[in-house]
């Protein structure tokens, strides 16, 4: 794994890291298939409980696609210069948004782009009071990629999410808070604390009644209400045989602190 992607598994914690702080983390390929094998590897790995996905420095969390790298691809006449999306955005946006393991994004800066749709890849957002959110696509005549156009409307609403994709302007951290892209709003300086406190507080949680509400949240955006509550029947019976349900209960009645186990 190249090292402008770091990877780190702790406590059943992976923490993914963009480490491209000098280029305000933007994705060249090198970075997008590195990013991409980790993002696959914490999704298959059956010790990751949670994942953080976070950015080195203090500016940016994420710009999007190295545009240096793009118009020199461009340049060269390269025919398959836009089949990043299917190669690397496509299977990073599925395997954040897919795995049965809840991820947090810890967004230190700016982040913009295929940078604010991996953001939005993500379960809960820690945001730092300096960042900001910005669609961009349309500022460069492209249109939106890295799942932008299925997560944002979710978040934000359809007439919303259209005109930011529209017209792209920098959607700053207060105002990304009262719309519900940030989960939570904190000081820059405390933001990978924060974030990782929360990322490590999900790991150590019931993951397998986490799993279950992600993949119930999603499963009811596009099916009826009949057929939810279907599904969350379904769901529900299998977080209740889970061991981390007997050990929640146990710990409940006994006034303790459980200890889940994941399974």
């Not at 302007?169 to 000081?187: D, H, M, S, W």
Request: charged share 20%.
């Amino acid at each position: 794994m190249a090292d402008t992607v770091l990877y780190e598994v702790s406590d059943g914690l992976a923490t993914i890291t963009i480490n491209r702080p000098e280029a305000m983390n933007a994705l060249n390929i090198a970075t997008k298939v590195a990013l991409r094998d980790a993002v696959q590897a914490a999704a298959g790995d059956d010790a990751v409980r949670a994942v953080l996905l976070t950015s080195a420095g203090e500016r940016a969390f994420c710009v999007g696609q190295d545009l240096k790298e793009h118009i020199g691809l461009l340049a060269d006449g390269s025919t398959s210069v836009m089949s990043t999306v299917k190669e690397h955005y496509n299977p990073v946006v599925r395997a954040l948004t897919e795995m049965p393991k809840p991820v947090v994004a810890g967004v230190n800066g700016v982040a913009a782009g295929a940078g604010f749709g991996l953001a939005l890849a993500a379960d809960y957002r820690v945001v730092a009071d300096t960042a900001g959110f910005n669609t961009s696509f349309a500022g460069v005549a492209l249109t939106a990629d890295s799942g932008i156009s299925w997560t944002l409307p979710r978040v934000v609403g359809p007439g919303r999410a259209t005109d930011l994709l529209l017209f792209p302007r920098t959607i700053k951290a207060q105002e990304a808070y009262e719309l519900g892209i940030a989960n939570r709003l904190v000081p820059a300086a405390e933001l990978h604390a924060e974030a990782g406190k929360v990322a490590r507080a999900l790991a150590e949680g019931p993951t397998v009644a986490y799993a279950a509400i992600k993949e119930s949240v999603a499963y009811g955006f596009s099916h009826s209400l009949a057929e939810t509550l279907e599904k969350e029947d379904e769901l529900q019976t299998r977080a209740g045989a889970s061991e981390d349900h007997a050990i929640a209960v146990r710990a409940f009645v006994n006034k303790e602190a459980p200890k889940y186990l994941g399974r």
